[in-house]
């Protein structure tokens, strides 16, 4: 296993973007809540929101690719190839399952047990993009493993888990979350909790193959309670 531990701050203070893992095939961030894993698609954003993207080309040479996204409002570990070849085999690695996440997340309200799983499709609501939609029809299969952790020093009423999204469906988190009458704490889309200040979701851990030398690379990035 490849410990690589942190390279430290990159980038100007606004983007606030840390790079974890550099080397010439891959670049591995956490990013910040409101930052975009990727240029958006609409004109929606204002022009002075720095990305993911725009901020990697500060780890010097060609601009990375994505290898997956993060919602906007999602901080956390984030894969950014350097190479085409690199991101042809972190897709693959994608592809098969082999790479490993998992999440920290603040939740409203308690959940029914200590550790559980979700089973429930999920497809766009059209009426309310970019909401998805539980629906066992048309949906996709969805599966997300929840357990409690310490909550120490957390307000009354919030709970605090490890998610694990087994499949990689959009928003697939929140919306199980909120099924389970637990949304994540400052979800705006799915649990009209109270404003504090952020969505409470975080990519804590990440373990993929490296592209080239196939070792595994474990990468850990925490998430700090600030509620």
Same mark, same amino acid.
């Not at 098969?96 to 939740?107: D, E, I, N, Q, W």
């Not at 919030?158 to 009458?181: E, F, I, K, N």
């Not at 009209?192 to 030398?213: D, Q, Y």
């Given at each position: ?14 983007? !606030?973007? $840390? ?21 958006? +698609? ?11 993207? *725009?901020?990697?080309?500060? !780890?010097?040479?060609? +601009? =990375? ?5 993060? #919602? +906007? ?38 959940? =029914? ?46 709970? !605090?888990?490890?998610?694990? %999204?087994?499949?990689? $469906? ?17 979800? $705006?889309?799915?649990?009209?909790? %109270?404003?504090?200040? +952020? ?5 804590? $851990?990440?373990?993929? =193959?490296? =592209? ?8 850990? *990035?925490?998430? !700090?309670? #600030?509620?």
């Amino acid at each position: 296993m490849i410990d690589p531990g942190q390279e430290g701050s990159r980038g100007n203070a606004k983007a !606030a973007l $840390r790079i974890l893992f550099l080397d010439e095939h891959v670049v591995v961030v956490d990013k910040p809540a409101g930052m975009p894993s990727v240029p958006a +698609r609409t004109p929606h954003d204002p022009p002075d929101v720095a990305t993911v993207l *725009a901020a990697g080309e500060l !780890a010097d040479g060609p +601009r =990375p690719e994505a290898v997956h996204r993060l #919602d +906007r409002d999602t901080s956390g570990l984030l894969i950014l190839a350097r190479t085409a070849r690199a991101r042809a085999m972190l897709g693959r690695a994608f592809e098969a399952g082999v790479v490993r996440k998992s999440y920290r997340a603040f939740l409203a309200g308690r959940l =029914p047990g200590l550790e559980g799983v979700v089973h429930l499709p999920l497809a766009p609501d059209a009426a309310a993009p970019p909401r998805q939609r539980v629906d066992p029809i048309v949906g996709r299969a969805a599966t997300s493993r929840w357990g409690v952790v310490d909550g120490e020093g957390l307000p009354a009423g919030v709970t !605090a888990v490890d998610l694990v %999204p087994v499949t990689g $469906r959009s928003h697939q988190l929140r919306v199980h979350m909120a099924w389970l009458g637990c949304p994540v704490l400052g979800d $705006r889309l799915y649990g009209h909790t %109270p404003s504090v200040g +952020r969505l409470w979701l975080h990519a804590a $851990r990440i373990e993929f =193959p490296h =592209p080239e030398s196939g070792q595994s690379v474990t990468l850990l *990035a925490p998430l !700090a309670v #600030d509620l």
